[in-house]
Structure formats: structure tokens, C-alpha cells
């Protein structure tokens, strides 16, 4: 076969194979990026990232990632640069086409760096973080293709200068790592020596001295000057962990004039040379992405909550749950639990259904501390009805990570429910200026108007029922799971709705609280017209009756069913209790029918780690 | 060539300037405006004031008329250039006439007013903030040129902190709007109180051994060389549902007098059952007032929980003490208002540089207007203590941090009104006899400037002139100098 067609197969071939396992195994974490960003089409908006050094980038960046809310079409674009970036780095550096796929390396890298973020994409405070690197790198690309293009020493030197400021503006550290790609290829040309050192020293000195010149203008960390453009999360400890791999494949470019005297002369086995190189490639990109069980279902059932798609919840948990079955140790996050809850409660089947699930507590996978507020406070709240801590944490969300299109649409839906209508509008204001989410605004908007429609559209028609007890001040800095206890538990209402009865309820069962149970049963009751107890709220009656031994409470008509389970439980309990140390023991001894039982949970499901 | 060319372009000016309508119908109202500018009285030095037309129109003109000119703008967006705006502002008085063309007819709204009284301080400070509890990365303070819309950062958090070691810069003040005297505090990483005296860096720590925290909300003496401030263990915490987003809470408070010349720190009240806050100067220097609050609970950690569970009846009343600046000495408290019997609570005294008029805001309970909505403005007339509200700056969300310009004839206050969220400034003239003219908003080069941000404003003072030492400067004095001890002088003085 030409080796010219094997090259033009792997062009497309490589793309179109990431780009499917992107859109079938990414699909959600790409809309929760997306999620996470922001971009207007307002000047005054744009006009602030002209202010700041690699601003230009953010923004660039910024308007490539709003395409990822149609995720086969960002991927695609996302797959596309780096894809121009392999080719543009093969056309510059590789004259013969069996060490053409050298010029991979750069793309997989950078591919890698995406998908290997995990848990790290909730802290991910620079702006526009996602397409950021690969523009960056075709920056890096460009700087090495113009100077090759300028002949004389002093355009060199006027470029350089040029360059250094300008480029530095748009693109920060990616300009300066244009610079040294573009002396590494110039020094090891045969060009003009006087040329080399004119353009090595002016470059040393615009590398140095641009982020001085315009360190004046920002208000910016000095130290942070030189590396602006580059992705960061929050914590200073991570910087490793995302700089490298962009900074490694801003380093190719450097090497590669290195290899020419290689990667100039024929190959013998080029066929070897592209699957010594794409196969480790291939292999390193498989292991850097991010493929944490834990992690996808809980982004898929992030995404779900924020589509209000509360059966997607449902079923990724319980489909997880399925398939783990096999796997005795498996435990879901918290996360997970309490997302599964929600949607339960939101489809009115927490009372029958909650407790048939595995509940867990296992850690999330992540290197650092990042609490649950951040990841699903904002949806917690708001759909529990606490929606002035829903608007705080997406404020605060804001003040570390920057606007974004999700963070603006829970601030309004938490406006709308606390009925602040005219800062509604404004969040709705700036979603107009979107390109997708101007049409979400605009039916807002008539809810906004509109008392009546609001409490029959969802997601308030949940919501606004909730927002019914005599306001409190709430702490949650012992995690939102206990935050969410507290306020169902101790908050009294005189003028509370059934649906903030049952759900009171439900957490007092979550609780394994006695007197609250009671407490919360019977307003309940009180609220409802039920003229039969659902599963679970039979056995936790069931349950207390006999832990509190109280004969009345015990000789409630329970169905046979709770009795029975109740009888089959205690039995096999007292016949394991010493085999029996943690949650994972009693997940191999019970079998799952008497594992659903809110029996289960309350003696076995204990001292889970919420954060 | 020439002789073509002047004519071609004296023609195309013309043809270029926006010409009113001769035939239209009137309107009985003025037409619906963002900023709201109707009938208001400006500063002769102030930026123009640019404003949106949001009625519903296929075209816009906006005539700006006053006895020395005349300026026609096309459009909704209503942007005077500055040289014209120079013109009209000479006289005493522009009246400003909006055409809207609806269905290919004119229609000419009622005119309004913006008359033009006394000048104002030519620059402002304040704090840009996220509206947000913990996250104030992004916070810094910035100077805003009045008589055109130049602003510039005076100081920020982010060239501060280390990314894991937060700061926060807040309180900023100056003596006499005299930027050369000036303060604000570092809090956490690098953290002190920050004095430029006679333009000179200094960082000093003001927490003793014998004083609960550092300094807090300044007040700085007219004439000596001194700083009243409150010292303050504040706590936040958020409401689950409310259009009171936050409650801040102080577990203890307390007034000290910081001596700018030694570095020493003195006591002015710190009576264990009252929460002492807000010290605010006599324009002579001779009465401190401030507010405090009668509370009793024990002190250990349970009095955190306390407070909070206790802040509907924390009522802050006012009180003046008289001080001999010359020989550092106080007489005994008096009772001004006494918020207790009234179920309010008083806080921000600031008096006006006449020493005749005295602002201050009033609210339900607690210490912090600038988070409850029921915040109000009232003033009192020092010549014989009494007061009122003042309605005609007041609106139905939260009034709060306000400071008088240094000619007294101008108030400068920030205010919820917009959206119930984000605090905005505004500015009013004050008459002879008290009396606030109808607040305006700061003017901005893009009209819709204050819809769009989504940061607040927060401790507007005025400056006579801006701040001369650079953010690069301040930045560089805080990260490589260690606050200095300040030492404590036990003689209370009174």
C-alpha cells in the first residue's frame, strides 16, 4: 500500500475512532464542560478578555466549547484541531511520512489532558480550559511557520518583538513556548548566524520582559505571569498535574528540529515506526482517560438532574447496580445516593423504591478535597426547595470558577422561586446573549411574569411547594448531605404542603431517628389523604414500633409482607451478627430481597462518610 | 481641488446630523429610561449622563437642550460626546425631549429635567466585589474618575494572595478625602492595616493582647492625628429562602482609638454586654458618635449559635461621646436613639462636613444594612437631634453604605433598588434645609452597564483627588513587609 494513502487512513481513521468513543462514552462530561463554561455574544462582555494577557485565548476558547451543548459537534471540532494540529506539525517538521506519526504525540497528549481531568473538572478555574491548550498549540505552531517564512535578520528581530507583546496578549504562555519551538528550529537550520543570535537574544529578552511590560495593566500575581493561558484549578497543588501535559506538548515542537537528521532520511520500516508510536500513543490516551465507574454515572446523573430527566437518574444507578452485582465490594458515592434520592422523590416513588438500591458511601477517586457543595450543592438545594442556598453556591461557584451557562440558569430558577424576579431577569438577560440557551431564556421569562405558570411548570411545580416553611438560617459547612437533614428535620412550618410532609418524612427514615420518624409520620399522615401506607414507611413503623416496644404502634394493619421481611431479616441477622463487621459483609450474606428492606438500611447502611 | 472638497464635507455634516421632526404627537409622559435620569439634579462636573430609551420605537432621537447649546443624538442608546456635554452643562439647567418614531409617526415625550447645581469631588473609590460569601478572589478596590468614566484598579486581592492562602482587602478611608492620608486592612495572608501617611507606606497590626480582633470600620479624626475604629468578631450566615440573602453578626464588639503618630491602640468603649460598632466624627472632631447594641450571653463557644439564634433582638442604638482631642479625653455617653424602644436598629453614622446633617441607616435589627432589605436612609439635623427618613432617597430594597463629598452638598450611597441583589451607587444633592434631591445612578459610558455587571459596589468613598501609589506599589509593600505591633496604651481617658 503508498505510504502517503497509510498516512492520509491514519488522518481519518484516528479522528473518526476518538471521536465516537467520545460521543459514546463522553457524552455527558462534554455537556457538563460545556455546562461550565460561558461565552456572549456582547462586546462588553468580550471586551473584558481583551484586558488581560491570554485573554484573547480564553475567549477563543470560550466560543469553541458553547458547541459542545451539541456534544458530537464539539467533539467534532475539538477532534478536528487536533487533528490540524497533528498535520500542521508533520508538514512543518517531518519530511518523510513513516515518522510522520511523531507529530501525533502533541495531540494525544493534549487529548489525554482532557479526559484524564476526573473530579478535577469541578475546580477547573481557568476559563475556556478545554479548547485552550490545542488553540494554544497551533499558536505555538504558527510562531515556528512565520519565522520560517521571514528571511532577514531584521524582521526576524521585528517579529520577535512584535510576537513577544502581541502574541503574549493573546495567547500568554503559548506565545513565549512559540518563541522557543521557533530558536529550536532556527538554531538548527543552516541559516545565517547573525540571524540566530539576533533572534535568540531578542527572544530571551521579550520572554522576560513582556509579562513586566504588561504585568502593569492586570492585576495579576507577578509569579503567574509566564504561565497565564495555561489550565489551573483551584487549588495551587494541581498545577502539576494540569500544567505538564500541555507544557509537554508544547515541548515537541522544541524537540522534533532535534530529530530532523532522523526523521529527514527514509525509513526502512515505516509501518514499525507509525505502530511503535500510535500503539503507545493509543494505549497512553486509553489509560489517561478518566473511566472511574463512580465517576461517569455520577456525571450522567449530574446532567439528568440538570434536564430534569429524573428516570435517567434512576436507571443509571440502577443499571450500575446490575452490573456490579457480581462485584460484592461495589459501593455507589454519595453522590450517587443522593441523586437517585431526588429523583425518586421527584417521581413520587422514594416510599417504594429507595431503599431497593445499593447505598454506599464509596470515596470518589479524586487527588484532592472537593466537596460535594461544588459538584451538586447547587442542585441540591435548589430542588429541595432551599433555593437562597442554591443562589449562594452558584455565587460562589462564580467567584471561584468564573460565569457559566448552568451557574446562570440555577440562579435564575432560584430567583423565580424565592420570587426575585428582577434579578431573574438580569441572569435571563445575559442568556439571551448565548447562542443556546436563548430559547430556555425566553420561556423563563414568561414564567418569570407569570406566578400562576410557574407553579405549574416544572421544575418549579416541585420546587415552590417546598419553599413553604418560616425562613431559617442554614449551615452546611459539615457537607450539604447534613445540611438537607438539618432542614427537613428541625425546620417547623406552620404552613407546610404534603409534598414537604413526605419529603420531611423520607429524610427522617434517612435519618434512623425514632422521634423524628414519629414526629414527621404523623404530620404526614395529617397532610396526606393516603388510605395506605407505602412499603417503606410500613417498615421503618414497623421497625420502631418493635424497637420502641409499643404494642399499639405494632398491631397497625402492616401488610403481611412487612412482617414477613421483618421476621426473615431478624433471623438471618441473629444467625450471622459475628460475621458481620461492615457493609460489604452484610452485602454478601443478605440476600437482595431482604437487602431492599429499610431493615437493611437502618441496621447495615451506618457511619457513611457524606462530605 | 480644495474648493471641492470643504464643500463636500460641510455637506456631508450636515447631511450627517440627526434632524427633529417638525410634525408629531405629543405624549403626556416622559419615556421610560435606563438609568432613570427624569428630573434630577446633577453635578456641573459629572461624566455625561448616558441613558437608554426603552420604549418600544423604529427610530430615536433625543434633543439636550440648555441655555448654552444644544445637542441632538440618534438611537436608543443615548451617548453625549463628552466636548458637547461640556457646552450644555454651563448653564443651570438641561431639558432633555425624546422623539420615537412608531408606525412611520413621531411621537414627543414630556420633557424632563437635570439640573445642574454645585460640583462634586472629582474622584470615588469603592470595592468590586462577587456577590458571593466566601469567594472574593476577584475583590479589588478601584478608583473611578467622576468627570469622565476612567477607572482604575487602586489595589486587588489577586496581586496579593498565594492561590492557597487567600486575602482580603476591605475598609478602605482617607482623611479629609485627601488620598495622602489614607488606610485600608489586609485580612489572612500578608494581612494589616495598610496607612498611607503624608504619602508614606505603613503596615501596622492593630490586635493587642488586650483588644478582641484588629480595626475594623474607620473613622478618621478631622483634625488630629487619630483613627477611631470598631473592632468586630464577625460571623456570616445564609437564609434558606429570603430576599435577605446573608446575616453578618458580630460576637463581640468593641470602639478603640488608633493613634497615628505613636502606633498605640486605647479603648473607647468595650462595656462586656453592649456590642459597640460603626465610630463616626463630629466634622470639628470634638463628638464621637456610634452605635451599640445591649447584649448578654455567655462568652465561650456556644455564644456564636447565640447570637444567631438571638439577631431579631439585637437592636443598635445611637449614642454620641464628647473627646478633647488636645489632651485625649472622653465625657460620659449619651443616648441620641434608642432603638431598643423602637424595635429598629440604628448604624453607619456619618456626619456632614458642616457638622449639620447626620446620616445614618436604619433597619429592622442587627448590624449589617448592606444584606437587609429593609434597610432605610434617615437623617438628623445635629442643631437639635431630631430626625427623619429620608424618603426621597430611600427604595424598597437595601440603602446602605453612604459618605457625604467633601463640599457636603453630595451624597454618595449604595443601594439595592436595581435588583434586589447587586449594590449599585447612586448619588443625591442635599439643600440647605436637609432635603435629598432624586437619586441617580453613576453614570457610564455603556448605559446598561449596571444590568450587565454582575459584581457589586461596596464602601463608595470620595477623593479629592485619585490615589497616587500604584496597585504594583501597594501589592509590593504588603507581600515584603510584616505589619508592626501596634502597642496598647490601657488609660481609657475618661
Keep these: 500500500m503508498n505510504k502517503t494513502r497509510i498516512s492520509g487512513y491514519i488522518q481519518i481513521i484516528l479522528p473518526v475512532l476518538f471521536l465516537a468513543a467520545l460521543i459514546i462514552f463522553s457524552k455527558d462530561y462534554l455537556l457538563q464542560v460545556e455546562g461550565r463554561s460561558l461565552f456572549l455574544f456582547d462586546w462588553f462582555w468580550i471586551k473584558d478578555f481583551l484586558k488581560t494577557p491570554a485573554g484573547p485565548l480564553s475567549c477563543l476558547s470560550l466560543f469553541l466549547t458553547q458547541f459542545l451543548h451539541i456534544p458530537w459537534l464539539g467533539a467534532l471540532i475539538w477532534v478536528m484541531l487536533l487533528t490540524l494540529s497533528a498535520v500542521a506539525t508533520s508538514r512543518l517538521y517531518i519530511k518523510e511520512s513513516g515518522y510522520n506519526a511523531l507529530a501525533y504525540i502533541p495531540s494525544f497528549i493534549l487529548a489525554g489532558a482532557n479526559m484524564s481531568l476526573g473530579y478535577l473538572m469541578f475546580i477547573m478555574n481557568s476559563l475556556g480550559y478545554f479548547f485552550g491548550p490545542v488553540l494554544g498549540y497551533l499558536t505555538v505552531i504558527l510562531a515556528v511557520t512565520v519565522c520560517r517564512k521571514i528571511r532577514t535578520a531584521s524582521g526576524l528581530g521585528l517579529f520577535t518583538v512584535i510576537w513577544g507583546v502581541a502574541g503574549y496578549w493573546f495567547a500568554g504562555y503559548y506565545a513565549f513556548a512559540g518563541l522557543i519551538a521557533a530558536a529550536s528550529d532556527l538554531l538548527l537550520s543552516k541559516r545565517d548566524k547573525k540571524e540566530k543570535t539576533v533572534f535568540a537574544i531578542i527572544s530571551v529578552a521579550v520572554i522576560i520582559l513582556s509579562p513586566l511590560l504588561l504585568y502593569g495593566l492586570t492585576t495579576y500575581n507577578l509569579q503567574q505571569s509566564w504561565t497565564l493561558g495555561l489550565p489551573t484549578a483551584l487549588y495551587q497543588e494541581t498545577r502539576f498535574r494540569t500544567f505538564c501535559p500541555v507544557i509537554a506538548a508544547t515541548l515537541i515542537p522544541v524537540l522534533l528540529p532535534f530529530l530532523s537528521g532522523i526523521t529527514d532520511r527514509q525509513s526502512r520500516h515505516p509501518q514499525l515506526i507509525r505502530i511503535a508510536v500510535i500503539v503507545p500513543c493509543i494505549l497512553l490516551l486509553f489509560l489517561s482517560w478518566f473511566k472511574d465507574v463512580n465517576f461517569n454515572a455520577e456525571i450522567t446523573m449530574i446532567q439528568a438532574t440538570d434536564d430534569l430527566d429524573w428516570n435517567k437518574s434512576i436507571n443509571t444507578l440502577h443499571d450500575l447496580s446490575s452490573r456490579a452485582d457480581k462485584k460484592k465490594d461495589y459501593q455507589p458515592t454519595r453522590i450517587m445516593v443522593l441523586l437517585k434520592d431526588l429523583a425518586l422523590i421527584k417521581t413520587g416513588r422514594e416510599s417504594q423504591q429507595a431503599f431497593a438500591f445499593d447505598d454506599g458511601g464509596m470515596k470518589q477517586k479524586k487527588s484532592h478535597d472537593i466537596p460535594m457543595v461544588l459538584q451538586i450543592g447547587k442542585e441540591l438545594y435548589l430542588h429541595y426547595g432551599i433555593p437562597g442556598f442554591c443562589h449562594r453556591w452558584c455565587l460562589e461557584e462564580t467567584g471561584e470558577f468564573g460565569w457559566s451557562y448552568s451557574r446562570l440558569k440555577y440562579l435564575t430558577m432560584a430567583s423565580i422561586s424565592m420570587n426575585d424576579r428582577t434579578v431573574a431577569l438580569k441572569y435571563l438577560d445575559m442568556l439571551d446573549h448565548t447562542l443556546f440557551y436563548r430559547k430556555w431564556s425566553r420561556q423563563q421569562r414568561q414564567i418569570c411574569y407569570n406566578d400562576i405558570q410557574a407553579e405549574k411548570t416544572a421544575p418549579y411545580d416541585l420546587i415552590l411547594p417546598l419553599v413553604c416553611y418560616d425562613d431559617q438560617l442554614l449551615e452546611d459547612i459539615r457537607g450539604c448531605e447534613y445540611a438537607l437533614e438539618h432542614h427537613f428535620l428541625e425546620t417547623s412550618s406552620g404552613k407546610a404542603t404534603p409534598l414537604y410532609d413526605r419529603i420531611a418524612l423520607f429524610w427522617a427514615l434517612k435519618s434512623r431517628n425514632a422521634t423524628a420518624f414519629w414526629t414527621k409520620f404523623l404530620l404526614y399522615i395529617e397532610s396526606s389523604d393516603i388510605t395506605k401506607l407505602d412499603r417503606y414507611y410500613q417498615e421503618a413503623a414497623y421497625l420502631y414500633s418493635h424497637i420502641g416496644n409499643n404494642k399499639t404502634l405494632m398491631s397497625l394493619p402492616y401488610d403481611s409482607n412487612t412482617k414477613e421481611l421483618y421476621d426473615s431479616f431478624m433471623a438471618t441477622m441473629q444467625k450471622y451478627a459475628t460475621d458481620i463487621d461492615n457493609l460489604n459483609d452484610a452485602r454478601r450474606i443478605f440476600p437482595v430481597r431482604l437487602r431492599n428492606t429499610y431493615y437493611y438500611y437502618y441496621f447495615f447502611v451506618r457511619g457513611l462518610e457524606s462530605f | ?494
Design chain 2, 1 to 494: 481641488m480644495k474648493k471641492i472638497i470643504i464643500p463636500l464635507l460641510v455637506i456631508l455634516i450636515v447631511a450627517c446630523k440627526p434632524t427633529l421632526p417638525s410634525d408629531y404627537d405629543t405624549a403626556g409622559t416622559v419615556p421610560a429610561i435606563f438609568p432613570d435620569y427624569t428630573d434630577i439634579t446633577i453635578p456641573s462636573n459629572i461624566a455625561p449622563m448616558n441613558f437608554l430609551i426603552e420604549e418600544q420605537a423604529d427610530a430615536y432621537l433625543t434633543e439636550l437642550t440648555s441655555e448654552s447649546g444644544q445637542v441632538v443624538i440618534k438611537g436608543n442608546t443615548v451617548s453625549i460626546p463628552k466636548s458637547k456635554w461640556a457646552r450644555i452643562t454651563k448653564s443651570q439647567e438641561i431639558t432633555v425631549r425624546v422623539y420615537c418614531r412608531k408606525d412611520s409617526k413621531w411621537i414627543a415625550y414630556k420633557p424632563f429635567k437635570m439640573s445642574i447645581s454645585d460640583e462634586i469631588d472629582p474622584y470615588i473609590s469603592y470595592r468590586i466585589i462577587p456577590v458571593a460569601v466566601e469567594s472574593y478572589e476577584k475583590l479589588t478596590i478601584r478608583q473611578r474618575n467622576l468627570t469622565n468614566y476612567s477607572e482604575k484598579v487602586v489595589v486587588s486581592n489577586s496581586m496579593i494572595q498565594n492561590n492557597a492562602q487567600g486575602t482580603c482587602i476591605n475598609c478602605h478611608y482617607y482623611k479629609n478625602w485627601d488620598t495622602d492620608n489614607m488606610m485600608f486592612h489586609v485580612r489572612h495572608y500578608k494581612g494589616g492595616t495598610i496607612l498611607v501617611l503624608d504619602g508614606k507606606l505603613h503596615k501596622v497590626n492593630m490586635k493587642t493582647d488586650s483588644t478582641i480582633s484588629a480595626g475594623v470600620y474607620p473613622s478618621w479624626h478631622p483634625t488630629h492625628d487619630y483613627i477611631a475604629l470598631s473592632n468586630n468578631k464577625t460571623h456570616q450566615s445564609v437564609h434558606a429562602a429570603s430576599h435577605d440573602k446573608l446575616e453578618v453578626i458580630d460576637e463581640e464588639n468593641d470602639i478603640i482609638l488608633y493613634n497615628t503618630r505613636d502606633n498605640t491602640v486605647s479603648v473607647i468603649e468595650n462595656d462586656s454586654s453592649e456590642l459597640e460598632c460603626f465610630p463616626g466624627w463630629s466634622a470639628d472632631g470634638r463628638t464621637l458618635y456610634y452605635v451599640s447594641a445591649h447584649y448578654e450571653a455567655p462568652f465561650g463557644p456556644d455564644r456564636k449559635n447565640q447570637i444567631f439564634i438571638d439577631r431579631e433582638k439585637l437592636h443598635f442604638s445611637l449614642y454620641s461621646k464628647p473627646f478633647d482631642p488636645d489632651t485625649r479625653t472622653w465625657g460620659a455617653k449619651e443616648l441620641i436613639y434608642d432603638a431598643q424602644a423602637v424595635d429598629s436598629s440604628m448604624t453607619w453614622p456619618r456626619v456632614s462636613p458642616d457638622g449639620r446633617w447626620m446620616v445614618c441607616c436604619v433597619s429592622t435589627h442587627g448590624i449589617f444594612p448592606l444584606d437587609q432589605i429593609a434597610s432605610d436612609f434617615v437623617i438628623y439635623d445635629l442643631k437639635d437631634n431630631s430626625y427623619r427618613y429620608a424618603d426621597e432617597i430611600n427604595s424598597r430594597f437595601a440603602e446602605s453604605y453612604h459618605c457625604w463629598s467633601s463640599n457636603g452638598k453630595w451624597i454618595m450611597f449604595s443601594t439595592r433598588r436595581e435588583d434586589g441583589v447587586h449594590t449599585r451607587l447612586y448619588f443625591s444633592h442635599i439643600d440647605g434645609n436637609g432635603h435629598f434631591t432624586k437619586p441617580f445612578a453613576l453614570p457610564q459610558r455603556n448605559p446598561e452597564f449596571n444590568r450587565e455587571f454582575l459584581y457589586a459596589f461596596n464602601i463608595p468613598e470620595f477623593m479629592k483627588e485619585p490615589v497616587h501609589i500604584t496597585p504594583r506599589q501597594f501589592a509590593s509593600f504588603i507581600s515584603s513587609t510584616d505589619a508592626t505591633p501596634s502597642k496598647y496604651e490601657s488609660k481609657k481617658g475618661e
